[in-house]
């Protein structure tokens, strides 16, 4: 069964058709890629799963729920967090606020523990223990924002501003977790270190939606593939075997 | 080490916990006012223009909070405050005089109808942006202050309408302003806690986010609808109780003092201050308010009324005639200086601190304390040597 499930997705700019009906599989544990070419339609997909932007028809199934055209806070209730694109840090706010407006739309839980001889316990976890558990995560996965927490946001690296975008992210403990383009303008070892700070967050068992223009490096990292080509998914299989195709990648990917 | 200087320094370890809680210097300023009122009681010589500013300053410092979270934190603009100021004057006027409710019903129903004014602005708002936003509230203040002047059976029209009873249990009351003063430090304090939570709670938080970013704050789950409209609530009900509190110490509203100027003052408190910072809108109100009422309103230079002015002039035999007709002059024209003085302080605050004057007193102190440490490290040197 699939986390996210896109059927038959039409979406409309106006008069011009962006997306002309798409399908997509996510599966838990996985990161999955949507790649292609600028006007491809790869972040109008991702915004429209986030509800930011509308769908014309179609449906979006997150956990066999139908989430099509829900408002971006209630998603984010659901466990659906982007990591916008550009970043959008908040930046007359420190990092350590930003981080704190992350975990904003975590609530407190009771967990379900079955023990071997068939008693469930029942644990409580409050917000505040969870946003605080959250953020030593986070400032394990980012070490650089440890140390410049008491800092301005609008002072950090691009790099820096990125990690603090995705582990604003995080801070939300999403299910899903919608990146938009992190590699956008910084410099080759920081798309690196990025991109292993993505796979860390999926070995913690958290999946990944991921829109990139950084075909190769994705590749590298995803482990399913779709590309998009004028609002149609032209292409899709195993990142591992679309990488061994050296022709595809060149004409579709450019890398 | 011995028992004693342990538990002595854990009275200090208590101590400092004690002076770096938050509400420490909420109740600080709250003793002050209240000691400048008993200094007063015991026959210091503090003339009633002053404890008058310092009353009505209070309630503005209360309007200027609701709307430092409505600018500051929710980053919306508003031009409306006035409107609602006098709404609630005219509320606990009429509510009074002609009704005879008691005050603490009439403190309840004004914030129920700030609530659902607020409700109605914020879905107004919803749609309007930055400087327009601004202009629409400027349009709904006119139309209320209009409402004023022509709802002579609420209001008393242009004449204002006075209040010098009001009813506490049952029986109308003369107000005694001493203690309503009081009550006002009471009630400053209490709104400067509760302020000082809603700044730094979640709310607080999802404010700021959406004044960033807010395609970023919907992302991370905040509700541009929730957050628009308790904004404007809560800087509403600021705004009606601190003019319930106003008719309360004051006891005259008229409609020519609800006008722009009153939100373009209270606008420019929160931003020669700082428009994020509890003691920020503070000191900013005390520098437009409180300045012009306490020293631009009560310097009086003329010469029949000023004995030292009139000493001077004696100096002068031969030019009796221009000095005197300066100096009355003069005094006419003290008074609108305060316009002056607030204009050329804004301009330097914007150019010069844009974070307003607390930003100011924060990077004094930084490098005031920056400097002892330097000097502490020299006078070490000086007496034990050079370490390495």
Known sequence: MALLEIKDLVVDYGVIRAIKGIQLEVHQGSIVAILGSNGAGKTTTIRTINGVVKAKSGQILFEDKNITNLD??????????????????????????????????????????????????????????????????????????????????????????????????????????????????LAPLIVQDIFKAIVKIKEQGTTILIVEQNAFQTLKIADYVYVLELGKVKIKGNAADLLKDDQLVKAYLGA | MNSLSLIRQKRIGQLKSL????????????????FMQGLRAAG????????????????????????????GYAGLASLGTAGFVGIGTYLVGYLTTKMGFPIYII??????????????????????????????????????????????????????????????FGTFE????????????????????ITFNIMKSPTGRAMLAMKNSESAAQAMGVSILKYRLMAFMIATVYAVVGGVLYMTY????????WGLAFSLNILAAIIVGGSRSIY?????????????????????????????????????????????????????????????????????????????????????????SKLISKVMKKVKVYRYGEDR
């Open chain 2, 107 to 168: 403190i309840i129903i004004s914030i129920l109808g700030a609530i659902l004014i607020g409700l109605i602005i914020g879905f107004i708002s919803l749609r309007i942006e930055g400087m327009y936003l601004a202009i629409i509230t400027l349009g709904l203040s006119e139309i209320l202050n209009e409402v004023f002047k022509n709802a002579v059976e609420f209001t008393n029209g242009t004449n204002g309408l006075n209040m010098s009873t009001i009813v506490f």
């Open chain 2, 250 to 257: 004051f006891g005259f509203s008229i409609p020519s003092s």
């Open chain 2, 19 to 34: 002076i770096h809680h938050p509400y420490f210097g909420f109740l600080v300023v709250g003793a002050l006012l209240l």
């Open chain 1, 72 to 185: 971006p806070y209630k998603l984010a209730a659901k466990g659906i967090i982007q990591s916008p694109e550009g970043r959008l840090i908040l930046r007359g706010l420190t990092v350590e606020e930003n981080l704190y407006v992350g975990a904003y739309s975590v609530k407190s839980k009771t967990i379900r523990i079955t023990q071997a001889d068939g008693t469930v316990l029942t644990k409580k976890q409050s917000a505040r223990a969870l946003t605080k558990q959250s953020l030593q995560e986070v400032f394990e996965l980012f070490p650089v924002l440890k140390e410049r927490r008491k800092q301005q946001a609008s002072t950090l690296s691009g790099g820096e501003q990125q990690m603090l975008a995705i582990g604003r992210a995080l801070m939300g403990r999403p299910k899903l977790l919608l990146l938009d383009e992190p590699s956008l303008g």
């Open chain 2, 280 to 368: 920020g809108v503070l000191l900013g109100t005390f520098m437009i308010f409180g300045l012009d009422m306490a020293v631009f309103q009560t310097i009086n230079v003329s010469p029949t009324q000023n004995a030292s002015v009139a000493a001077f002039i004696a100096r002068f035999p031969e030019h009796t005639e221009q000095l005197s007709e300066f100096f009355r002059s003069l005094n006419g024209a003290i008074p609108t200086m305060s316009y002056i003085f607030n204009g050329v302080l804004i301009i330097i605050v914007i150019m010069f601190y844009p974070g307003g004057l607390y930003q100011l007193v924060i990077t004094l102190k930084a490098k005031i």
């Open chain 2, 174 to 193: 003369v107000i005694n302003i001493e203690t309503i003063f009081t009550a006002l430090v009471f009630i400053l304090v209490l709104v400067m806690v």
């Open chain 2, 44 to 71: 210091v010589n503090i003339s009633i223009t002053v404890m008058r500013t310092f009353g009505l300053t209070m309630i503005y410092v209360i309007i200027g909070l609701g709307f430092s979270i409505l600018l």
